[in-house]
């Protein structure tokens, strides 16, 4: 049950971004991918680095960590959307991304998580490969676009 309620809020929320997206609302999409990014690299690499911080017994004041934590989110969201910056700082953002969805997954139970690996495998194919799936809306007039313009 909780796969399925998961899967349904990602369905819903890629409805809604691709309305955006149809419509044109691309600033929205901006603020709502920023304040996603914020979230995950402030927030959730707090909660990593407090328990790695007690697991080596470690002690840092609020402040500080708050502080550190806050110019890592900035400095994220900025070269992720914004700021054209070196290849490698966008890859290691990318993965740090990953890592943090990761330990997400862990505080799931198990079963839940091989669900939701099926489910969110399925709900991929179809996104991408139904004629009407949104990921293929989306991604078609970007690749026509591109191939329109190259020389062959």
């Known amino acids: 049950l909780n796969a399925i309620i998961f899967m349904a809020v990602i369905a819903g ?21 920023g304040f996603a990014m914020l979230n995950i690299f402030f927030f959730f690499t707090g909660a990593l680095v407090i328990q790695i911080l007690r697991l ?8 500080s960590l708050a502080f550190l934590l806050f110019n890592f989110s900035v400095l994220g969201i900025l070269s992720l959307f914004f700021m054209p910056v070196p290849l490698l700082l966008k890859q290691c953002y ?8 990761a330990y ?10 091989w669900m ?3 489910i969110m495998a399925l709900y991929d194919l179809a ?7 949104p990921l293929k809306v989306i991604t078609q007039p970007l690749s026509s676009s591109s191939s329109a313009g190259s020389c062959t």
Not at 13 to 33: A, E, H, P, Q
Not at 56 to 63: A, K, P, R
Not at 94 to 101: A, L, Q, R, S
Not at 127 to 133: D, F, N, R, T
Request: hydrophobic share 60%; with cysteine.
């Open 13 to 33: 929320m890629t409805f809604i971004l691709f309305l955006l997206f149809k419509w044109g609302c691309y600033k929205v999409i901006y603020g709502y991918m």
């Open 94 to 101: 990318t993965v740090w991304v990953g890592i943090c969805v």
């Open 116 to 118: 939701l690996l099926v």
């Open 127 to 133: 996104a991408v490969l139904m004629p009407g799936g």
């Open 56 to 63: 080596i017994g470690l002690h840092v004041d609020l402040f």
């Open 104 to 113: 997400i997954f862990t505080h799931i139970p198990e079963w839940t998580s």
